[in-house]
């Protein structure tokens, strides 16, 4: 898509997470939202808005790779399985970056989409945005808590993979558990080429 497009397409993307503040519960779900990748780069055309959504959920039901719990509904929501948009699942617990995710900038969060940051990229004043990085050494630290926190994930779906209640539970709006197992394998695989680099 052509890099105005793009823009569009992550300024329409704002408005709908700062729609989900209108969902009833104790605590917003959605906590923030991140966008890294070529269209920080200025890339025209680019093939994908890379996004980061950052849950109201602990670490270790965020693990890499996998669509965590109670998010189907969102990617519903967010139009995320509609095209244009790789989207990936942070916890609040974890930093935001990671082995694949690199100088994410922040485009919306509880108090609504960052004006500042979405005219930035529609006017390419790429020097505006604030990246948010990590040295060598956090970056091997977070990978390696990460492949551990993948690994139990790898286990746990492994161990439930044909309990009747784990698949009723892991089936619905076009996904079922073998979504669950390959997301569950590919995540501990990234995570572990990641370590060896």
Same mark, same amino acid.
């Given at each position: 898509?052509?890099?105005?497009?793009?823009?569009?397409?992550?300024?329409?993307?704002?408005?709908?997470?700062?729609?989900?503040?209108?969902?009833?519960?104790?605590?917003?779900?959605?906590?923030?939202?991140?966008?890294?990748?070529?269209?920080?780069? /200025?890339?025209?055309?680019?093939? #994908?808005?890379?996004?980061? +959504?950052?849950?109201?959920?602990?670490?270790?039901?965020?693990?890499?790779?996998?669509?965590?719990? /109670?998010?189907?509904?969102?990617?519903?929501?967010?139009?995320?399985?509609?095209?244009?948009?790789?989207?990936?699942?942070?916890? +609040?617990?974890?930093?935001?970056?990671? #082995?694949?995710?690199?100088?994410?900038?922040?485009?919306?969060?509880?108090?609504?989409?960052?004006?500042?940051?979405?005219?930035?990229?529609?006017?390419?004043?790429?020097?505006?945005?604030?990246?948010?990085?990590?040295?060598?050494?956090?970056?091997?630290?977070?990978?390696?808590?990460?492949?551990?926190?993948?690994?139990?994930?790898?286990?746990?779906? #492994?161990?439930?993979?044909?309990?009747?209640?784990?698949?009723?539970?892991?089936?619905?709006?076009?996904?079922?558990?073998?979504?669950?197992?390959?997301?569950?394998?590919? /995540?501990?695989?990234?995570?572990?080429?990641?370590?060896?680099?």
């Amino acid at each position: 898509m052509r890099y105005e497009r793009a823009v569009q397409r992550l300024r329409m993307l704002a408005e709908a997470c700062d729609q989900t503040r209108r969902v009833p519960a104790a605590e917003p779900f959605l906590r923030a939202a991140y966008v890294f990748g070529d269209l920080l780069e /200025g890339a025209d055309p680019i093939d #994908h808005i890379e996004a980061v +959504f950052v849950l109201n959920l602990p670490p270790e039901e965020v693990s890499w790779g996998s669509q965590p719990p /109670g998010t189907a509904w969102l990617v519903d929501f967010l139009r995320l399985d509609q095209g244009g948009i790789a989207s990936y699942w942070r916890s +609040f617990r974890d930093p935001v970056w990671n #082995h694949a995710i690199r100088g994410p900038v922040r485009f919306w969060s509880l108090n609504g989409p960052d004006k500042g940051v979405l005219d930035a990229l529609g006017e390419r004043r790429f020097d505006r945005l604030r990246r948010v990085t990590a040295d060598a050494e956090e970056e091997r630290t977070q990978v390696a808590g990460e492949l551990e926190a993948a690994l139990e994930h790898l286990r746990a779906v #492994h161990r439930q993979y044909w309990e009747r209640q784990w698949r009723r539970e892991h089936r619905g709006i076009g996904r079922y558990p073998e979504h669950h197992l390959w997301e569950a394998v590919q /995540g501990y695989l990234e995570l572990l080429d990641a370590r060896a680099e």
